[in-house]
Every structure is written in C-alpha cells, then in structure tokens.
C-alpha cells in the first residue's frame, strides 16, 4: 500500500507485543501502529492461518495496554502486518493519545478517528 493511499497516520513506536491465535502464542516486536491496525517484526519465521483471527496485546507500559483483535493483511518470513478488527474503548483511547502525541496533532488524530469510525458503520 502506498502512503498516498493510507488514510491513517502510522506512528514508529518501540513496543513488545503478544500475539494469540487459538492456542498458539508468540512475542514481537512493533515496528509501527495506526489506528487502522500494527506492523510487527518476529523473532524467527512464524506461520499464521491468514483465514484465522489474530489477538494482539500491544505493552506501552506495566499500566497501559493496548489490545485488539486483528486479521493478517501481510505475511512475509519476518514481518506481519495486522488489520484491526475490534478494538475496545480503553484500548482506542490509548492509541488515539499516542497518535495525537506523536502527530503533535491534536485534530489530526481527531479527524482519523472519524474516519475510522465513519468506515466502521458502512
């Protein structure tokens, strides 16, 4: 996808991350974050049932997670990219703060979560 077509700000943030998908579990690294959904690094080649949901815990702090529930958009040998599916008020909220933070912003993280509430009703 090409930055001219994304409509959401991507925001570089050091992370770990946890990834659950039936009973398989694993740790990654994120590489970036949007209000639209995560691209991580994995530790070693992992395989994931594109077909299958994907929970994701993103650790900002001991306090401040954020967690949603994705499906795969990409897959290569080390990178995954994830589509965010349901995400919860808590969890919108804190990632809404760092985009803004991170924008410097305030109604540009505003206007992308319109956006992303607009897409969510059609």
Same mark, same amino acid.
């Not at 965010?84 to 109604?107: A, F, M, Q, T, V």
């Given at each position: 996808?090409?930055?001219?077509?994304?409509?959401?700000?991507?925001?570089?943030?050091?992370?770990?991350?946890?990834?659950?998908?039936?009973?398989?579990?694993?740790?990654?690294?994120l590489i970036d974050i949007s209000l639209k959904g995560?691209?991580? !690094? $994995?530790?070693q080649e992992h395989r994931f049932d594109e077909q299958? +949901?994907?929970? /994701?815990?993103?650790? =900002?702090?001991?306090?401040?997670?954020?967690?949603?529930?994705?499906?795969i958009a990409h897959q290569s040998q080390q990178q995954?990219?994830?589509?965010?599916?349901?995400?919860?008020?808590?969890?919108?909220? !804190? $990632?809404?703060?760092?985009?803004?933070?991170?924008?410097?912003? +305030?109604?540009? /993280?505003?206007?992308? =979560?319109?956006?992303?509430?607009?897409?969510?009703?059609?």
């Amino acid at each position: 996808m090409t930055n001219e077509r994304r409509r959401f700000s991507r925001v570089d943030f050091e992370a770990e991350v946890e990834l659950e998908q039936g009973d398989y579990r694993c740790t990654a690294e994120l590489i970036d974050i949007s209000l639209k959904g995560l691209l991580l !690094h $994995l530790p070693q080649e992992h395989r994931f049932d594109e077909q299958q +949901p994907v929970d /994701a815990c993103v650790h =900002l702090s001991d306090q401040t997670p954020i967690s949603m529930s994705t499906r795969i958009a990409h897959q290569s040998q080390q990178q995954l990219g994830l589509m965010c599916e349901l995400i919860d008020l808590d969890s919108i909220g !804190h $990632l809404r703060r760092l985009i803004e933070l991170n924008l410097g912003d +305030p109604k540009a /993280a505003e206007r992308e =979560l319109a956006e992303l509430i607009h897409n969510a009703k059609s």
